[in-house]
């Protein structure tokens, strides 16, 4: 699995208050500065594009909590086993207990 920016990552959770970004799909995840935009960030058969042309989620990241835009390739199921398989990844560990939503709508447990 790819998995770039989680350094980036965990030095903003360890500030009170932080937001970040992320692209992901069952390949990997980048995670990013809020500087930056999603469509610019691509890793491994991971790309996210506007109008859903691309193969991947786009994520707001701040503590505690992940809020993912939709996108219509990817149903709620299909979101949430994604998002198991990314954080079972040991160095994302931190993450397991995050809130997560889709839509704004929360997902069951990922």
Same mark, same amino acid.
């Given at each position: 699995?790819?998995?770039?920016?989680?350094?980036?990552?965990?030095?903003?959770?360890?500030?009170?208050?932080?937001?970040?970004?992320?692209?992901f799909?069952?390949?990997?995840?980048? &995670?990013?500065?809020?500087?930056?935009?999603h469509?610019?960030q691509?890793?491994?058969?991971?790309?996210?594009?506007?109008?859903?042309?691309?193969?991947?989620?786009?994520?707001?990241?701040?503590?505690?909590?992940?809020?993912?835009?939709?996108?219509?390739? &990817?149903?709620?199921?299909?979101?949430?086993?994604?998002?198991?398989?990314?954080?079972?990844?040991?160095?994302?560990? &931190?993450?397991?207990?995050?809130?997560?939503?889709?839509?704004?709508?929360?997902?069951?447990?990922?």
């Amino acid at each position: 699995m790819y998995l770039t920016g989680v350094e980036f990552l965990k030095t903003l959770n360890e500030q009170a208050g932080f937001s970040a970004k992320m692209v992901f799909n069952e390949s990997g995840a980048l &995670f990013f500065s809020v500087n930056l935009q999603h469509r610019d960030q691509k890793g491994p058969q991971i790309s996210y594009e506007g109008d859903y042309a691309g193969n991947a989620l786009a994520a707001m990241l701040a503590p505690g909590w992940i809020e993912i835009r939709y996108h219509k390739d &990817f149903s709620d199921a299909r979101v949430t086993e994604v998002l198991r398989t990314i954080l079972a990844e040991p160095k994302l560990a &931190f993450m397991r207990d995050w809130r997560v939503t889709y839509q704004g709508r929360r997902l069951g447990s990922v």
